[in-house]
């Protein structure tokens, strides 16, 4: 979920099952709808992130990114999965360049979502995290596997070797690129017009803003401190303790990209730290927020081990129930 942000206050705040975005309206300058992929990747290689996922929605198609925490469970944002019924989702795993079939896709259905229950249709409250439950277990190959861990509370980790992943919008409109082209006059018209359009409308998830990447991108990333992030020069004091941020010389995820990991090397392997939340519009000059799994640890790992003793999941789920257990009695 990607915002407007204002140098100077906020006018409107839209909510919707789909998308949620927001404008400014009193003259200051806005952030204009970005459309481009992660800012500051590249083209990732084959099978290098095995957990990536991708969340697609009937009728819809690509729609948000995700991670694959067991060989069962998918974790996303909760304004991904809101409102969509779980006859419309499918989970997509091994894929890499969405245009061409490789072979290596597995596309599993989805049995159950499981919403964080502090989560109420508003992605700045800081619980915008969700679980998808898939109908079978995903298949283990070179490129899907899960991710080797989730990251715990007060854990040590590298600021500056974590890195974003996802297929986020990439190209740009002809019209945007008319309009930085145009006078001060027109800009600020366009601007008046742009703010009035997001009040009677919000776009698509990922549609209102632009053409998908290609081939799976990734991009070396920086995590700061909350109390940067939450300076004036960024987001203001909106960002939750229950996020983290990351940011670095303009590299950050964009439309599309929501859901999706931020993981952190530790000890040469890779540790799940966030999911994609939010960011500006215009996906460059302000962090991007994710929702921090540290704390939201417990509840996952009690989540996921509830719907399998519910027998809510597949039979062959009773093992990977009983060694969750088993490693929970062990990481307390």
């Not at 957990?51 to 995700?66: D, I, N, T, Y």
């Not at 690129?177 to 409308?201: I, L, Q, R, V, Y």
């Not at 040469?268 to 927020?289: D, E, H, I, K």
Request: charged letters at 25%.
């Amino acid at each position: 979920m990607f915002i407007f942000r204002s140098h100077v206050d906020l006018c409107a705040f839209v909510s919707w099952s789909v998308v949620l975005a927001w404008t400014s309206c009193k003259g200051a300058p806005t952030e204009t709808p970005s459309v481009r992929s992660i800012v500051g990747g590249k083209d990732s290689r084959s099978r290098s992130w095995p957990w990536q996922a991708g969340v697609l929605v009937s009728r819809e198609g690509f729609v948000c990114g995700g991670t694959l925490i067991e060989y069962d469970t998918v974790l996303t944002a909760a304004h991904c999965v809101r409102g969509r019924k779980v006859d419309n989702l499918t989970v997509v795993l091994g894929d890499y360049n969405r245009d061409v079939p490789e072979g290596t896709e597995q596309y599993i259905k989805v049995i159950y979502t499981s919403l964080h229950p502090l989560y109420k249709d508003d992605f700045l409250g800081g619980y915008d995290i969700a679980l998808i439950h898939l109908k079978t277990n995903a298949t283990d190959t070179p490129g899907v596997r899960p991710i080797p861990a989730l990251a715990r509370r007060n854990q040590r980790l590298s600021n500056n070797d974590c890195y974003i992943t996802g297929w986020g919008v990439v190209t740009q409109d002809e019209e945007e690129e008319e309009d930085e082209e145009g006078g001060e006059n027109d800009k600020e018209e366009e601007e008046t017009s742009s703010c009035k359009e997001m009040k009677s409308s919000v776009p698509n998830e990922v549609g209102g803003y632009g053409k998908l990447a290609t081939r799976l991108q990734e991009a070396n990333i920086n995590i700061i401190s909350n109390s940067k992030c939450n300076s004036e020069k960024f987001w203001g004091g909106i960002v939750k303790t229950t996020s983290l941020c990351a940011f670095y010389n303009n590299t950050a995820a964009c439309e599309g990209d929501s859901g999706g990991p931020l993981v952190c090397k530790r000890k040469g392997s890779f540790v799940l730290l966030g999911t994609t939340s939010w960011g500006a519009v215009s996906c460059q000059r302000y962090p991007t927020v994710f929702t921090k799994v540290a704390i939201f640890r417990r509840w996952i790992l009690s989540r996921i081990q509830e719907k399998r003793k519910l027998g809510q999941l597949s039979e062959a789920n009773k093992e990977l129930g009983e060694n969750m257990a088993e490693n929970q009695k062990h990481s307390k």
